[in-house]
T-cell receptor
Framework: EDKVVQSPLSLVVHEGDTVTLNCSYEVTNFRSLLWYKQEKKAPTFLFMLTSSGIEKKSGRLSSILDKKELFSILNITATQTGDSAVYLC??????????FGAGTRLTVKP | KAGVTQTPRYLIKTRGQQVTLSCSPI?????VSWYQQTPGQGLQFLFE???????NKGNFPGRFSGRQFSNSRSEMNVSTLELGDSALYLC??????????????FGPGTRLTVL
């Protein structure tokens, strides 16, 4: 059965800290991996990763995929209270189905 | 540019009833995907429509169905509601189908409560 596992499930840090969120997967017919940030209601898209070893960067956020070891990490540097959210990892399969992880709840304290 | 809109925002139904949710994608987007989010199961993919055709379907019973109109607006229908159908139903639109490596934009969701 396809599965996506995120760790940790929750994390509390202070402003200015750097965090690393993990996403591992075991799926058949992998196509790409996506990261989303969900604050209150709807998730917002962060990154889509399809190739190993190529880092994607957006401001203080960056992400990379390792297709050999079947995982991805999402890094957030110099965290701010506005980064507090649930971060979701999802894997898009070749049949266009998507599998989501349970999410990591990040709390950034002032 | 207006974002993805979903109506209604909140719904309360009783077991056995049916419900129809609506999603209007961003103008120009032709792909609409539906997701169910519950505390226990997290976010789960329901189905995706592109150009009025269902492209793929997640692992949900036949009580869950949908359709897409020529203007790309989509509706999702759940028949014979069960308590476990209580969830936040999210719709997301994108310019191309999900395999087209393009960003999805989510709507605010419809919170369905089944009593």
């Amino acid at each position: 059965e396809d599965k996506v596992v995120q760790s940790p499930l929750s994390l509390v840090v202070h402003e200015g800290d750097t965090v690393t969120l993990n996403c591992s997967y075991e799926v058949t017919n992998f196509r790409s991996l996506l990261w989303y940030k969900q604050e209150k209601k709807a998730p917002t898209f962060l990154f889509m990763l399809t190739s190993s070893g190529i880092e994607k960067k957006s401001g203080r956020l960056s992400s990379i995929l390792d297709k050999k070891e079947l995982f991805s990490i999402l890094n957030i540097t110099a965290t701010q209270t506005g980064d507090s959210a649930v971060y979701l990892c999802a894997v898009l399969l070749n049949n266009n189905d998507m599998r989501f992880g349970a999410g990591t709840r990040l709390t950034v304290k002032p | 540019k207006a974002g993805v809109t979903q109506t209604p925002r909140y719904l309360i139904k009783t077991r056995g009833q049916q419900v129809t949710l609506s999603c209007s994608p961003i103008s120009g987007h032709r792909s609409v995907s539906w997701y169910q989010q519950t505390p226990g199961q997290g976010l789960q993919f329901l189905f995706e429509y592109f150009s009025e055709t269902q492209r793929n379907k997640g692992n949900f019973p036949g009580r869950f169905s949908g359709r897409q109109f020529s203007n790309s607006r989509s509706e999702m229908n759940v028949s014979t509601l069960e308590l476990g159908d209580s969830a936040l139903y999210l719709c997301a639109s994108s310019l191309l189908p999900s395999g087209g490596y393009n960003e999805q934009f989510f709507g605010p969701g419809t919170r369905l409560t089944v009593l």
